[in-house]
């Protein structure tokens, strides 16, 4: 047996967040579920200024405390001057193993100067990037694809694989782009995934469920249901994702 | 078998998807679902008329499974108010389904509106396919309904698709203010949308449907029935409020 991974889970703790997620709540979750381990990062950008509050310390002592199951990712705002110094000492001293953008959130598109400069650092540093794509702007496929394109030694992570409306925009980038994963969490299509495999073989896909708020146990069925071979079912829960982390190295 | 799935599709749609009889009917015995609202799709020639007709010959098939809702484009006026008095009075069906998206009209505009003389004259509830951007947003459902306090209207994916979780927060303020909108649960994101829903309005207004085919039935029953909620609320969204609403005890 292998040990089913989640790549894309969420912790918070910010005072006043809608959503306060301490790292017990997707812990009982992937119990539930029969999950192994899971990537987590918070619902809000680093660095942030708040008194008493800083979510890359948040993260940090999660996946300290729990080093068997959690594995931290670094989400980061690239328009602060800071952010690559900072995803540095994230993975070199602190043992974060990815950077997660949410260009939404941050309103700068992907290939923005800034950006590419904390892809090149992500890639430098032999981390993966998990990018927001869905469908808004600035997280589209066909937007991602530009940074795709301009830093091809990055390797890209679309969560959601394009969400609601854009997921065969996420399959034909990746198509194009081979430094780019998709990613199964919250999208509603379970045949996609499997059109998905199809176009690109399930070494390019990852299982996700962007819990607690999706339910890993529930987002993994929605996998497990579509009838792949035990090869690909051991890539897509748990090879692939193990293989784009620093820790595999 | 106590399932009811208050949102499915019968037919061949111009939008790429579709099913037969045939095909729910096995689904529905596999996953344990014992009765399905039917609803016609816009077929290729774009005359909703004859899906209505369809439909009504589906349920004379499986008439203890099988309950039909009306679909007419609002824009065609008298003529859409006819047809819906014919569904109802002479075919039988129990409700009525508008999807502003792939009839291209606001929810909140005037031949929507002009349309809801009807309803109310009929006594039916109104589903509404939801959460689609500038025709269906939770704002422009609640615009309705608080227009219509006297209708009951069912608003599809709650009133949200949106992979960011940006429109929760409107979702739930349109079900706060209007106690005649109910939830329909397909596609949702976030499955802790629906349970953190439950204190803040109650069970009563919450109804699972899987919007088959285009979303999948197979995954969409599990998340009322995998929901963190009691047994008993689980059943109440897995089929008693949909009979109760419908008038069947």
Known sequence: MYPIIDAHTHIEGLPGCDWQDPPELILRLLDEAGIARAVVMTYVDAPMEHEGYEPLAYVREAFQRYPERLIGFARLDPGHAEAPALLEQAVREWGFQGLKLHPFGYRQMPDSPDTLKLLRKAAELGVPTLFHCGDEEYTLPLQLERAAKACPEAKLIFGHMGGYFHVHDAIAVAQRCPNVWLETSATPHPERIREAVEALGAERVIFASDGPGCDPGIELKKVQMLGFSEQQLRLILSENILRLLPESL | ?249
């Open chain 2, 1 to 249: 078998m106590s399932t009811l799935d208050f949102h499915t599709h019968l037919g061949t749609s111009i939008f790429g998807y579709g099913q037969t009889l045939e095909a729910l009917l096995e689904r529905m015995d596999r996953l344990e679902i014992a009765q399905a609202v039917v609803i016609p799709v816009q077929p290729l020639d774009y005359h909703l008329s004859p899906e209505n007709d369809a439909v009504a010959m589906a349920v004379l098939q499986a008439p203890q499974r099988l309950i039909g809702f009306a679909r007419v484009d609002p824009r065609q006026g008298e003529e859409a108010e006819m047809e819906l008095e014919r569904c109802i009075r002479h075919l039988g069906f129990k409700g009525l389904f508008l999807h502003p998206w792939e009839e291209t009209c606001p929810i909140n505009s005037a031949p929507v509106q002009a349309l809801m003389s009807v309803v109310k004259r009929l006594k039916i509830p109104v589903m509404i396919s939801g959460g689609h951007v500038r025709v269906s947003m939770a704002s422009q459902i609640a615009d309705l309904a608080s227009a219509f306090p006297e209708i009951t209207f069912i608003a599809t994916s709650g009133g949200q698709i949106n992979i960011s979780g940006v429109a929760l927060s409107e979702a739930t303020q349109m079900l706060k203010e209007n106690p005649n909108v109910y939830l329909e649960t397909s596609g949702i994101y976030r499955e802790d949308f629906i349970e953190d829903l439950v204190p803040q309005i109650g069970i009563e207004r919450l109804l699972f449907g899987s919007n088959s085919p285009e979303f999948s039935q197979e995954l969409e029953v599990l998340r009322p029935r995998m929901a963190h909620l009691s047994p008993s609320e689980r059943n109440a969204i897995l089929g008693e409020n949909a009979r109760r609403l419908l008038g069947f005890h």
